[in-house]
C-alpha cells in the first residue's frame, strides 16, 4: 500500500516521469486568458501486488521512460520501498515488472514432496526458485549429458535425487 501510494510523488523525483508540453484539446478550449498552458507531468501507471518475499510491481512504459531508466534507479526504489534488493525485466513491450525483495526466499527451508503422477514434460526439471523466489526449471530435451558440480555440501545430491524421484 505505501509503494502504490507514494508512487506519484516518487516517480519524478526518480526522474522516471514525462513532460507533455503539447495541451490538450479541452484545455486549449477552455483557456480564455490567453495566458501559456502549463504542460502535464505524466507519470507511469503501476500495479502493485504483493507475495511472502516483497512486492511485484507493473509499471507502464512512457516516451523516455524505459526499461534503461529504471534501471538506472533500482538502488534508489529499493531504499524507498525498504527491499534488500530490486530486479527489473521487460514482460512485454511498454512495460515493466520491478521485483522488490523485503525478505530473501533462499533463506527459507523447502520442502518438495513427490507426487508419483506422471510429469506433464519428461525432459524438464524443476530446480526450485531463484533469488526472487521465481520457479526455475531447465529442459533436457535434446541434451545427450549433464554435469552436475558445485562445491561441497551445496545440494549435488539432493538435486540428482529430486530428479529420480519426481
Not at 514525462?18 to 498552458?37: C, Q, R
Not at 504483493?50 to 509499471?59: L, Q, T
Not at 526499461?67 to 520501498?81: G, S, V
Request: aromatic share 6%; hydrophobic share 35%; glycine share 6%.
Amino acid at each position: 500500500m505505501r509503494v502504490r501510494r507514494g508512487w506519484k510523488r516518487l516517480a519524478p523525483m526518480l526522474k522516471l516521469s514525462a513532460t507533455d508540453k503539447t495541451p490538450t484539446a479541452l484545455a486549449s478550449l477552455s483557456n480564455t486568458d490567453k495566458e501559456p498552458i502549463k504542460p502535464r507531468v505524466l507519470v507511469p501507471a503501476l500495479k502493485v501486488t504483493h507475495d511472502e518475499y516483497g512486492v511485484i510491481a507493473r509499471a507502464t512504459c512512457l516516451p523516455g521512460v524505459g526499461l534503461e531508466q529504471f534501471q538506472k534507479t533500482a538502488p534508489h526504489l529499493a531504499d524507498a520501498w525498504r527491499c534488500k534488493r530490486v530486479a527489473l525485466t521487460q514482460d512485454k513491450p511498454g512495460q515493466v515488472v520491478i521485483r522488490g525483495v523485503r525478505h530473501d526466499p533462499q533463506k527459507f527451508t523447502t520442502e518438495h514432496r513427490p507426487t508419483g503422477e506422471v510429469p506433464d514434460e519428461i525432459a524438464r526439471w524443476d530446480l526450485g526458485s531463484d533469488e526472487y523466489a521465481q520457479p526455475v526449471s531447465i529442459d533436457l530435451t535434446q541434451v545427450p549429458g549433464v554435469t552436475v558440480a558445485s562445491l561441497p555440501g551445496s545440494g549435488k545430491t539432493w538435486h540428482i535425487n529430486r530428479l529420480i524421484y519426481d
